[in-house]
């Protein structure tokens, strides 16, 4: 579940359907979000030879031998779906970054919104609708010219098919109606005000190669190479559980990468990840989400490389089984009957010792969690009071189990209603070293306790998660600029319509007040009070207890610098370079051969500056700029 999301995405990455995303769906503390006023379309400054508005067409990199620069990423995450419809890991999202052109993006040195298909927008004074401008200079990869229609076709779409709503349908739920009254014209008309109009994290697909689909549940876009698309790749060749690989979009508005080719190759074991990292086999590895203290140590003072740690966008988190069920109010899967008294929850969050995972496991690459949001977005970052918090207490957390009934019998063993020792089951990843490292202390934690732990460990968490068949699970998502997609993956509405359906759910959360909450900030414009009902949002999160956040790992990571110059972070100053806001790293990247990097220093920092075109909020003394939802990159 990458960007959610899991790692990729349900985890690292977005949704509890990829426990593999990087959630969906990691630095610096952006500044409040803003649009920069400036009259036309996005001005692009980027150091080490990129475009600009005045220079389109960047200087190609040498090539040695007239051969083509591969750029490969190692990642721990397969693909789940190359269908913008369905796709939730981080990898996958990921690529639809690089694939397809979004209505906006987010600047990489500070996250504020630039343009993106759309170069302008604004709404009416009752911020009911929306007129987007298309820029007229994007097209397909196979020549046909972007438009409004084709946004518009997007979106009506994901309205009135739910197949097609299935990965990013909580964007267009408070739609009325898409028109697109010219080539260049987007018109949104709304229900009600909805503050992620400019943080509308859906990739925009060409009408007319979709609207030949039959089902968009099924189709996952993997036979008809290459794809068209319109971003700075196209994907030109792909295998399942093996790698992805895309050209630079030579036609590209922005202009060409520099790297004729990325590739991004599947390793299953992390530790041959990093041996093909040092052997120059790969030029990047970006980890199961990040690289284990253990393996990004042993790379510190390797030659040739170097280790990118910053502050990450993501969460670290076990989550519980709240008796799973479906909007029709069937149940689903088997969670165990004892999770669904609170008091059971709160002991067995009081006997994780946060400190441990902190500094044993992360060896101090993560600070200690609570809340959804990390401290890198720190004006949605939220702490529980001294009252409030679930501190690290064994001797509460039993006292607290004997309280619910579910005392030791003679062999020390808690046992649960039905006479029966209490053994929980949890989900975890076998790609991530950090959920069996965990795990192991889970073990000896609620051991003391008298509970058993039996770690299910698989390559493929999905088919459980969905079913709601586990107990517990390691759970995390990469958290976007605009926490809205994170935060509406725990609403009733983000429920399966029924058991044998599949919703946006990450963990079968629903809770009438968070609800209420959700739709709040939703509608609410004021960036300090929307702020502010997020944070009464994650409070109410943690609780109702279903989820334990443990860590905000660091983004850790590392490439080399004999085949990469220079690679821009997000942010800037400190920040991730897999999983971005956008497609900045690999889009920047410049190859050692490079014309433009020859003689240079090898940085993780090519500071890219973009000035926003204008957006006129019609009634408003201000330009307000709102930050990007939560995505599915993150969903993983």
Not at 328 to 348: C, F, I, T
Not at 386 to 406: F, I, M, N, W
Request: aromatic residues 10%; proline residues 6%; contains cysteine.
């Amino acid at each position: 579940m990458d960007t959610n999301d899991q790692y990729g995405g349900h985890h690292d990455t977005r949704r509890p359907r990829a426990l593999h995303r990087t959630r969906t769906r990691g630095g610096a503390v952006p500044r409040r979000v803003r649009l920069a006023a400036a009259a036309g379309a996005a001005a692009l400054a980027l150091t080490a030879g990129l475009a600009t508005p005045l220079d389109p067409a960047p200087r190609q990199a040498r090539a040695a031998d007239d051969g083509k620069r591969t750029l490969t990423v190692a990642v721990a995450q397969s693909v789940d779906s190359l269908s913008p419809f369905l796709a939730v890991r981080l990898l996958s999202t990921s690529v639809h970054r690089l694939t397809y052109e979004y209505l906006t993006n987010y600047d990489p040195e500070d996250n504020h919104v630039v343009p993106g298909l759309a170069t302008q927008w604004e709404s009416s004074p009752d911020k009911l609708t929306w007129t987007y401008t298309i820029r007229s200079d994007s097209k397909w990869s196979d020549g046909e010219q972007a438009t409004a229609e084709d946004a518009a076709w997007t979106f009506r779409t994901m309205m009135a098919d739910e197949g097609a709503a299935t990965a990013n349908g909580s964007f267009v739920a408070n739609f009325e109606e898409v028109t697109a009254p010219s080539p260049t014209e987007l018109v949104i008309r709304l229900k009600k005000p909805q503050a992620t109009m400019t943080a509308l994290d859906v990739p925009i697909v060409p009408r007319h190669v979709w609207e030949k689909v039959d089902d968009f549940s099924k189709f996952n876009n993997d036979k008809d190479l290459p794809v068209v698309g319109n971003g700075p790749f196209v994907l030109t060749d792909y295998k399942a559980d093996s790698y992805v690989r895309l050209e630079a979009n030579k036609d590209f508005w922005r202009g060409a990468p520099k790297f004729d080719e990325l590739l991004f190759r599947y390793y299953k074991d992390q530790d041959a990840a990093v041996s093909a990292l040092r052997k120059g086999e790969v030029s990047f590895v970006a980890g199961s989400p990040s690289l284990t203290p253990a393996q990004a140590a042993s790379l510190q003072n390797e030659k040739n490389i170097r280790v990118n740690d910053a502050p990450g966008r993501r969460f670290y988190a076990l989550a519980t089984n709240p008796g799973a069920k479906a909007k029709n109010g069937e149940k689903m899967g088997d969670g165990h009957p004892s999770l669904l008294d609170q008091r059971v929850r709160d002991a067995l969050f009081m006997a994780v010792d946060r400190k441990t995972v902190v500094d044993k496991v992360f060896r101090g690459h993560a600070v200690n969690g609570a809340g959804y949001i990390p401290p890198r977005y720190a004006q949605y970052f939220w702490e529980p009071s001294a009252g409030q918090e679930l501190a690290y207490d064994p001797g509460k957390a039993g006292r607290l189990l004997d309280q619910a009934g579910y005392e030791r019998n003679g062999d020390g063993k808690r046992v649960g209603k039905d006479g029966k020792p209490l053994n929980y089951r949890i989900l975890c990843h076998a790609t991530d070293p950090n959920d069996k490292a965990i795990g192991k202390y889970l073990e000896e934690w609620w051991g003391d306790l008298g509970i058993g732990v039996t770690l299910n460990c698989l390559d493929n968490v999905t088919d459980p998660w969905l079913a709601g068949e586990y107990d517990l699970a390691f759970d995390g998502w990469s958290v976007n600029p605009d926490p809205d997609f994170v935060l509406s993956i725990h609403t009733c509405g983000a429920l399966p319509a029924t058991p044998k359906d599949t919703g946006a759910t990450d963990n079968f959360i629903c809770d009438k007040k968070y609800d209420g909450l959700y739709a709040r900030q939703l509608a609410e414009y004021d960036p300090a009070e929307r702020a502010n009902i997020v944070q009464q949002m994650q409070s109410r999160l943690y609780d109702l207890g279903y989820m334990n956040v443990m860590a905000y790992p660091n983004a850790v990571e590392a490439y080399r610098t004999d085949q990469i110059e220079s690679i821009t972070t997000m942010p800037s100053k400190a920040g991730n370079i897999y999983g971005q806001d956008g497609y900045w790293s690999w889009w920047s990247a410049v190859p050692v051969d490079s014309a433009e990097g020859s003689g240079g220093s090898s940085s993780t920092g090519v500071v890219v500056g973009i000035v926003a075109g204008v957006v006129a909020l019609a009634g408003l003394g201000v330009f307000v700029a709102m930050r990007r939802r939560a995505t599915a990159e993150d969903r993983e």
